[in-house]
């Protein structure tokens, strides 16, 4: 079972407005983290955000923010004031358990476009 | 400036021929991983190493092999590259448990 699911293999936004990126996932750990990494075409993976499993409020950073709704096990990104800069592959992923170190689990990615 | 390196950053090999892609990291982090890249499947995880010495496969390890003797240095090798290791690959480094997973700029791999 996929436990990291984005549903939006590419999306279009309009230069200036805001963009929600799906994420759903699935554990059965109670202590998790997630991430949002953004993947321009230069390749590098670029860490946007982070939220973990307790945490009471959405995590933000700058034009970012994570929508995180625990009972839905979603994890959207939204990200605000859109940019042609932000056109780039985004990726959620999330890790289960402190105990393990760090792996990270990815979805599969949605490709963003920003118009002009 | 706090980085992970990886090297080298595009390489082109023949089946068969060992390699070593190195990654460094100066951020004193315990952990370390290796991700493979490939379109449509996302990224996966090779190995990793939570500490010096200690190193686990991770969930497509066949074909590749990790050390881990210095804490800063987590080469990959993979003794007979075959095509179907065509792919880009990254290394990871992070405190464990850590909120951030720093990345290396990747590596573009192609065995012909």
């Known amino acids: 079972a996929q436990k990291i699911t984005q549903t939006q293999p590419g999306m279009f936004v309009q230069e200036k407005e805001a963009v929600t990126l799906d994420c759903t996932y699935d554990t059965s750990d109670q202590s998790y983290g997630l991430f949002w990494y953004k993947q321009p075409s230069s390749g590098e993976m670029i860490f946007l955000i982070y939220q973990g499993s307790y945490d009471e409020q959405n995590a933000t950073e700058g034009r970012y923010s994570l929508n995180f709704q625990k009972a839905r096990k979603s994890a959207n990104l939204v990200i605000s004031a859109s940019q042609l800069g932000d056109s780039a592959m985004y990726f959620c992923a999330m890790r289960e358990g402190y105990n393990q170190g760090g792996k990270l689990i990815f979805g599969q990615g949605t490709e963003l476009s920003v118009k002009p | 400036e706090a980085q992970v390196t990886q090297n080298p950053r595009y390489l082109i090999t023949v089946t068969g021929k060992k390699l070593t892609v190195t990654c460094s990291q100066n951020?004193?982090?315990?952990?370390m991983s290796w991700y493979r890249q490939d379109p449509g499947l996302g990224l996966r995880q090779i190995y990793y190493?939570?500490?010096?010495?200690?190193?686990d496969k991770g969930d497509v390890p066949e074909g590749y092999k990790v050390s881990r003797k210095e804490k800063r240095n987590f080469p990959l090798i993979l003794e007979s590259p075959s095509p179907n290791q065509t792919s880009l690959y990254f290394c990871?480094?992070?405190?464990?448990?850590?909120?951030?997973?720093?990345f290396g700029p990747g590596t573009r791999l192609l065995v012909l």
């Open positions: 951020m004193n982090h315990e952990y």
């Open positions: 190493s939570m500490n010096v010495e200690v190193t």
């Open positions: 990871a480094s992070s405190l464990l448990g850590g909120e951030t997973q720093y």
